[in-house]
C-alpha cells in the first residue's frame, strides 16, 4: 500500500491543468469571502465550472449538479454584494432568527431522504443520501454567504467535515484535502464576520 504523500505526489503527476485551476480557485474564493471581497464571487463562478465535470466523471451527480447551482450563485453572490441599497458601499453582515435555521434543519433532513432514496433505487451514485444531505445544506449555505448571513460559517463547517470523507472515498484526495484547508479556514471567517458584524452594531446612526 502506497502511502499518504506517495499518493498525494502521485495524484499531482496526474492532475490536469483545469482540475488545479479548480483547486487553486476554490482556495481563493474562500480566502476572498473571509475579507468580504466582491471578488470571491468570480473565482467561484470558474472553479465551480472546472468542478461540475469533475464530480460527474466520480459519479457524484448530486456535487455536480450542486456546482451548476453554485454557478449561479456565484452570480448572485456578485449582484446582491454589488448592489446595495442605502448609502452603505457594502452590503453589511447579520444574524438571522434560530427559527428560520431550525425550518432550513428540517427541510434539508425531509429533502436528503427522498432524494437519496430516489438515488439508491435507480442510479449507480455514491453514498446517495449524504452525497444528497451535503447538496442541500451547500444550496441553502452559498445563499447565506450571498446574503452575508454570519451562521453559514457553521453550516459550512459541518458540509466540508463530511465532504472530506466522502472525496477521499471517491479517490478524489486532493479535493479532500483542499476541504481540510476550508475547515482550517473556516473559524477565521467566523471571526473576520463576527467582528465585521459586531463592529456595525457599534456604529453611530446617521441622522
Known sequence: MNSLPVDIAAQF????GYELAGVILAIAYLVLAIRENIW???CAAISTAIYVVLFAEAKLYMESLLNIFYFGMAVYGWISWRNVAGDTDELPITIWPRNFHLIA???IAALSL???YVLDRYSDAAFPYVDSMTTYSAVWATFLVARKVLENWWYWLVIDLVSIFIYWSRDLELTSLLFVLYVALIPLGLIAWTRSWRNAQTL???G
Open 204 to 206: 453611530p446612526e446617521a
Open 114 to 116: 427522498s432524494t437519496g
Open 40 to 42: 470571491c464571487w468570480f
Open 13 to 16: 503527476s496526474q492532475m490536469s
Open 105 to 107: 434543519i428540517v427541510m
